[in-house]
């Protein structure tokens, strides 16, 4: 028994080096951690429970069958985060550079399996050069045994991809299914084809940082959702971001213990907007004031920051935030921030998660790039993930919600359940300056009268009250006692109940 015991201690530890050291060290000189050490930061400690080490591959074709390595590339497993369960595949780049075999899928996608049985979030960790290219077709049936599952997860459980290194080819294609997508600066990179491809297909030169670096995704693709500076950074904010998600679409949100007054008063948001309504103030600013402990978890910040989208907590329980920024284009509605705000509304729709809108929008950003990208239809998808939302959904209008835009911006039409207006309020079609002049065309001539028009104008339209009489806003708040209306509303809504009807799927405008 003791020579058993013995022999079962020496594969672990065998499995556990991976490729070797001479490899290991390889990974640490690039800056990046190993799939064992990434786990071990990610999960609390001593809660990993590895499923698979002893896994290898069965391909005998190119000499492989001279090449084996115990866990075939892929690490696999569950353990908790703050206590609670997780599931987790982390691709091992220091075996077959990752690569992507027919075991190797066949341990991912058990993983999957278990996730989806028991209802709790699953977290990949990739750092891989796409499939392993000596089994061939084998290796491209196991990424679509991948695919398969996370479509059929998707809206049941978290899905988390966290991109630390290369991912390319057909690797791009799990994340890009999965809820959100966090990538690692200047150590990993994500697309379709890389440099070397592309150089030879369209003659461009590029880098791989230039292809698919986490500056160009983060910045202008929107296909992450976030960079940080180095794995550890990466790892420890998908821990906090954990905390936020409920475990799957039937359990409630993580209630955690929260020190801060829901009826506290803010008396620095009285003044929070400037009496300029073309002078430009941080929305950031009234979320961070009005969650607990000013703690807010944005999603994308460094895209489309015309619109600001995140997870904070509100009486300890959590609560998604979408808001117009007006420092950045006054806060306008254009294609990005449209896909950007639809895509997190669905998101938190899913996962019974309420949504806070706060609005200033001047409306949607004119001008042919726009119309010619499809604007429209862009549009339409954020109009749609509210219209369908059935979560309790709190809006506070805070200065201006012009136009279509004001429709679009969880209105009390889309069943915006609590609509609430600050007194600095200009709910109407258009501005005053631009309403004058289709209006009172005739008189464009005679500045008095312009002058005239524009000042009654305003005193009739670019007020809260219109909308107030005709029961689309509920109330008309003072600034400083936001957090309070917005934490009662979102109590009284905690037993809220609404179902859309039956339907197979929906066909929202894509």
Request: proline letters at 5%; a negative charge.
């Amino acid at each position: 028994m003791k020579e058993i015991l013995s022999e079962l201690e020496e594969r672990r530890e065998q499995a556990r080096l991976g490729g070797g050291q001479r490899r290991i060290d390889a990974q640490h000189t690039r800056g990046k951690l190993t799939a064992r050490e990434r786990i071990e930061i990610l999960l609390d400690e001593g809660s990993f429970e590895e499923f698979d080490m002893f896994v290898q591959h069965r391909c005998v074709d190119f000499g492989m069958e001279k090449n084996k390595a115990a866990g075939d590339g892929v690490v696999t497993g569950w353990g908790t985060i703050n206590g609670r369960k997780v599931f987790i595949f982390a691709k091992d780049f220091t075996v077959f550079g990752g690569s992507l075999s027919e075991t190797h899928a066949q341990k991912i996608t058990k993983i999957q399996d278990m996730a989806l049985k028991n209802r709790a979030p699953i977290i990949g960790l990739f750092d891989a050069g796409g499939a392993r290219i000596q089994e061939g077709v084998a290796a491209l049936g196991g990424y679509g045994e991948v695919f398969q599952r996370n479509v059929m997860a998707s809206g049941v459980i978290p899905q988390i991809s966290v991109i630390m290194g290369p991912c390319a080819g057909g690797d791009v294609y799990s994340p890009a299914m999965t809820d959100f997508i966090f990538m690692v600066k200047d150590t990993s990179y994500m697309f379709v084809t890389g440099p070397d491809v592309v150089k030879t297909v369209t003659n461009e030169t590029v880098t791989a940082e230039e292809l698919g670096g986490a500056s160009v995704h983060a910045t202008k693709s929107s296909i992450a959702d976030g960079a940080f500076e180095n794995d550890v950074e990466a790892l420890l904010q998908i821990r906090r971001l954990i905390d936020f998600l409920p475990a799957n679409n039937t359990a409630d949100a993580p209630q955690l213990d929260y020190y801060d007054d829901p009826n506290r008063l803010e008396r620095s948001l009285d003044t929070l907007v400037p009496d300029n309504p073309n002078k430009p103030y941080d929305m950031k600013e009234l979320i961070r004031k009005t969650v607990d402990e000013g703690d807010f978890y944005e999603i994308q910040p460094s895209f489309a920051q015309n619109i600001i989208t995140g997870f904070g907590r509100i009486e300890g329980t959590t609560v998604g935030f979408v808001a117009n920024q007006p420092l950045v284009l006054a806060g306008v509605l254009d294609s990005d921030a449209s896909r950007k705000a639809a895509r997190f509304v669905r998101f938190c729709d899913c996962f019974n998660i309420p949504v806070v809108t706060y609005v200033d929008v001047p409306g949607f950003l004119p001008g042919t790039a726009q119309e010619y990208g499809g604007l429209i239809k862009h549009g339409a998808k954020l109009l749609f993930a509210y219209a369908e939302a059935t979560v309790p959904k709190v809006t506070v209008i805070t200065r201006k919600a012009y136009g279509g835009a004001y429709d679009v911006m969880a209105s009390k039409h889309l069943r915006g359940d609590v609509n609430y207006a600050w007194p600095s309020a200009q709910i109407a079609v258009m501005g005053a300056k631009g309403a004058v002049e289709i209006i009172f065309r005739a008189d464009m001539s005679d500045p008095d009268k312009i002058a005239e028009h524009t000042k009654s104008y305003e005193d009739r339209f670019l007020s809260p009250f219109v909308a107030a009489e005709r029961g689309y806003i509920d109330e008309v708040i003072m600034p400083h006692s936001t957090r309070r209306r917005v934490s009662r509303a979102l109590q009284m809504l905690r037993d809220k109940k609404l179902e859309n009807p039956w339907k197979k799927h929906d066909n929202i405008p894509l």
